[in-house]
């Protein structure tokens, strides 16, 4: 378990273990005494091979499903980002979408509309806020559901995959929004294996490998120890095709 004196904790994760049934009925370890901490406020990127736990791991987080075994502690609510944008949104339009998840808490009326309005100017979708919601491009629908849970005052975002299907200018948008809610204190969580779109902006790196967490430290910590260990991990060294840190991001 990390560290952090006197800093304030964002996400405490104590020893979080979760098992499925695999096909031959026997069960399979899906998170392994899972552990780590991350400050309040920081970015903090979790990486690891397809079926490494992030999403399993980030559910239980978000308090969608519960650990068989460890505990979980959270400063705020935290608000998940799927990877699959179009599930999460609800609403005819981004306006009606984001008061919709604001009247689950109770908020209705003109102090809904205004919220939502706020929040949509925060992600740069006010101006298509009376739009048809499925007319939105992929990197739209994210900053959208994005705007949902700002709106909802939540102060930990995790992003599931938040790159997939986006191209050069959708990867930018969503890396800007990323860089604006960091310097702004909110904690955030991005879920990826694609490390060259967003490693310079984390100031954590953990790493997951068949649900035991197998690297937490800073990205510097992570590239030095180099490729073969990477390759064990089951992620691309991406110094082999970049220079140095300050080239792991798009933006
Ligand atoms: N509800 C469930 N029932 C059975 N198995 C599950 C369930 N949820 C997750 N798993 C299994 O747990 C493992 C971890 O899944 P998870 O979705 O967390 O991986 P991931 O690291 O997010 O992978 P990817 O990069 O493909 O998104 C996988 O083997 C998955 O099949
Ligand atoms: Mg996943």
Same mark, same amino acid.
């Given at each position: 378990?990390?560290?952090? /004196?006197?800093?304030?904790?964002?996400?405490?994760?104590?020893?979080?273990?979760?098992?499925?049934?695999?096909?031959?009925?026997?069960?399979?370890?899906?998170?392994?005494?899972?552990? !780590?901490?991350?400050?309040?406020?920081?970015?903090?990127?979790?990486?690891?091979?397809?079926?490494?736990?992030?999403?399993?791991?980030?559910?239980?987080?978000?308090?969608?499903?519960?650990?068989?075994? /460890?505990?979980?502690?959270?400063?705020?609510?935290? /608000?998940?980002?799927?990877?699959?944008?179009?599930?999460?949104?609800?609403?005819?339009?981004?306006?009606?979408?984001?008061?919709?998840?604001?009247?689950?808490?109770?908020?209705?009326?003109?102090?809904?509309?205004?919220?939502?309005?706020?929040?949509?100017?925060?992600?740069?979708?006010?101006?298509?806020?009376?739009?048809?919601?499925? !007319?939105?491009?992929? /990197?739209?629908?994210?900053?959208?559901?994005?705007?949902?849970?700002?709106?909802?005052?939540?102060?930990?975002?995790?992003?599931?995959?938040?790159?997939?299907?986006?191209?050069?200018?959708?990867?930018?948008?969503?890396?800007?929004?990323?860089?604006?809610?960091?310097?702004?204190?909110?904690?955030?969580?991005?879920?990826?294996?694609?490390?060259?779109?967003?490693?310079?902006?984390?100031?954590?790196?953990?790493?997951?490998?068949?649900?035991?967490?197998?690297?937490?430290?800073?990205?510097?910590?992570?590239?030095?120890?180099?490729?073969?260990?990477?390759?064990?991990?089951?992620?691309?060294?991406?110094?082999?095709?970049?220079?140095?840190?300050?080239?792991?991001?798009?933006?």
């Amino acid at each position: 378990m990390a560290d952090f /004196g006197k800093e304030a904790v964002a996400i405490e994760v104590h020893g979080v273990s979760k098992s499925f049934l695999n096909a031959e009925g026997g069960s399979f370890k899906a998170l392994d005494e899972v552990s !780590f901490a991350i400050p309040k406020g920081s970015l903090c990127v979790v990486s690891g091979q397809n079926g490494s736990g992030k999403s399993l791991l980030m559910t239980i987080i978000a308090g969608l499903e519960k650990p068989a075994s /460890g505990y979980i502690r959270t400063d705020s609510k935290v /608000g998940l980002v799927f990877q699959d944008a179009d599930s999460q949104i609800l609403g005819e339009t981004p306006l009606e979408d984001v008061c919709f998840g604001l009247s689950n808490t109770g908020v209705r009326g003109s102090r809904a509309k205004d919220a939502a309005c706020e929040a949509l100017k925060k992600v740069g979708l006010y101006e298509k806020r009376n739009s048809p919601s499925h !007319f939105l491009s992929g /990197g739209e629908k994210r900053r959208l559901a994005i705007a949902s849970i700002l709106a909802l005052g939540f102060g930990t975002i995790i992003m599931d995959e938040p790159y997939s299907n986006l191209d050069y200018a959708g990867v930018k948008d969503v890396n800007k929004l990323v860089g604006e809610l960091s310097t702004s204190g909110v904690t955030l969580v991005i879920l990826s294996h694609e490390i060259e779109k967003c490693l310079a902006l984390a100031g954590r790196f953990i790493v997951l490998k068949k649900g035991r967490l197998v690297f937490d430290g800073t990205p510097q910590e992570g590239l030095s120890l180099g490729g073969e260990t990477w390759e064990d991990w089951g992620i691309r060294f991406p110094l082999s095709a970049y220079p140095s840190l300050d080239s792991l991001v798009w933006k």
